[in-house]
T-cell receptor, first 114, second 114 residues
């Protein structure tokens, strides 16, 4: 069985500060890992994904994430937060063993203070 | 492409009434997913289809919920009878087949059952 744990349901940073959102996964087979973002009153949209190519993945809006198998982690980072980054962020995992079904974490709400 | 289209965007109904939510996936996408999002339970997968066939409906709460996909361009999620605890945002998502593929989410239907 696969699972995802996002550490911290709420993260608050100042504008211009580093953003770090934590995600740990559990999977008995090679995983595919995703970060989605949800802005208020909208659906989820993909930020980036890891599909077993480069371990450092770059996404939209300056975000990136690094797949670390030894730590079973896929943390999301951005060097400098912008007010428009305030949203909810979801980490998700899938694999070839579950025919495309995504397992989502509980989400982390990012607050950006001016 | 117009993206995933959901209707209605908002629905207010009274307990006991039938509710039908509709989804049009992105053209060419073979996989379709229905999710429910609440503050208490987060994002839950209700059911998903591959090539119009339901693959996993283990997330459907109970017999009051049913989903159909009569063709590749249309799906419905029906609740009959509705209850206040069904109040949530319901998302439809579609993707190409495969666990590494991105799921594209619709804007959601916000359901309130009084």
């Amino acid at each position: 069985a696969q699972s995802v744990t996002q550490l911290g349901s709420h993260v608050s940073v100042s504008e211009g500060a580093l953003v770090l959102l934590r995600c740990n996964y559990s999977s008995s087979v090679p995983p595919y890992l995703f970060w989605y973002v949800q802005y208020p009153n909208q659906g989820l949209q993909l930020l980036l994904k890891y599909t077993s190519a480069a371990t450092l993945v770059k996404g939209i809006n300056g975000f990136e994430a690094e797949f670390k198998k030894s730590e079973t982690s896929f943390h999301l980072t951005k060097p400098s937060a912008h007010m428009s980054d305030a949203a909810e962020y979801f980490c998700a995992v899938s694999s070839s063993s579950n025919t495309g079904k995504l397992i989502f974490g509980q989400g982390t709400t990012l607050q950006v203070k001016p | 492409d117009a993206g995933v289209i959901q209707s209605p965007r908002h629905e207010v109904t009274e307990m006991g009434q039938e509710v039908t939510l509709r989804c049009k996936p992105i053209s060419g996408h073979n996989s379709l997913f229905w999710y429910r999002q609440t503050m208490m339970r987060g994002l839950e997968l209700l059911i998903y289809f591959n090539n119009n066939v339901p693959i996993d409906d283990s997330g459907m709460p109970e017999d009051r919920f049913s989903a159909k996909m009569p063709n590749a361009s249309f799906s419905t999620l029906k609740i009959q009878p509705s209850e206040p605890r069904d109040s949530a945002v319901y998302f439809c998502a579609s993707s190409l087949p495969g666990p590494q593929e991105t799921q594209y989410f619709g804007p959601g239907t916000r359901l309130l059952v009084l």
